[in-house]
């Protein structure tokens, strides 16, 4: 499934989270801390950047934006604790993020098949959660609605690829999708429910799992390109 050099940078890139999830919590390491959660991203960048050469100018160029004010979102979110705005600028550097990966799924978008079903059941997840942060939102009602309803347009553009990629393509893209939807939900009733047991480790590992997957199954596109 994954090709040599795509192995050789899957260690390279679970190292880094690795040592992002022993040194975030951390006083005392919190340099080290600072340089290893926007690597992780960071990583993806230039991993894409050397291997994405076949690959559509506009899916590219995309992909390569969304991980860009992915960094930034990363870099805003560290300093949360100084001011209340970098969460709000983080927010919208996050919500740039999955717009421009909303463009990217598009582009394979299946006219075909009818996203109805799949968004009735987003929108039950969505209520769900949206029973637990009603009435401790405040001033971020309107963002934190604005950013739900775009991040369920990510999983559902993600979603209508299917059977126009590749399944490797489609499943990785999917289910990374998925999982940013997740990672983005332990945050916010991290944030404006309670505090959850463990959750800076199950949000880092579910977004760096998120940003992998979506990056290895848009490069798995090349396969499809090739043999056409």
């Known amino acids: 499934m994954l090709s040599k050099t795509e192995k050789q940078f899957s260690i390279l890139f679970f190292i880094i989270v690795l ?11 919190k340099t080290v801390h600072y340089i290893a959660k926007p690597a ?12 994405s050469e076949s690959l559509p100018k506009t899916i590219k160029n995309g992909t390569l934006l969304a991980l860009v004010f992915s960094v930034l979102g990363d ?4 300093f949360v604790d ?9 927010l919208v550097a996050f919500l740039t993020a999955h717009l421009m ?22 929108l039950v997840y969505a209520a769900s959660l949206f029973y637990f ?4 939102l405040g001033n971020m009602f309107i963002p ?8 369920l347009s990510m999983a559902t553009a993600a979603y209508l690829r299917k059977d126009t990629v590749n399944i ?26 309670a505090p959850l047991n463990y959750s800076d480790f199950s949000i880092m590992i579910t977004y760096a799992l998120a940003q992998y997957l979506i990056v290895i199954g848009i490069l798995k596109l090349k396969t499809e390109i090739i043999l056409k």
């Open 75 to 78: 870099i805003l979110l560290m």
């Open 144 to 151: 934190v609605v604005i950013y739900m309803l775009v991040i």
């Open 82 to 90: 100084k001011s209340p705005h970098f969460f709000t600028l983080g």
């Open 19 to 29: 040592i992002e999830l022993a040194t975030g919590s951390v006083e005392s390491l």
């Open 101 to 122: 990966y909303v463009l990217v799924f598009l582009k394979h978008r299946n006219k075909q098949k009818s996203p109805l079903g799949f968004i009735a059941v987003l």
């Open 133 to 136: 942060l009603n009435g401790n």
């Open 40 to 51: 992780i991203v960071i990583s993806l960048i230039v991993f894409f950047l050397n291997t």
């Open 168 to 193: 490797l393509s489609y499943g990785l893209v999917f289910l990374g999708a998925l999982l940013f939807m997740v990672s983005d939900s332990i945050l916010a009733l991290n944030k404006f429910y």
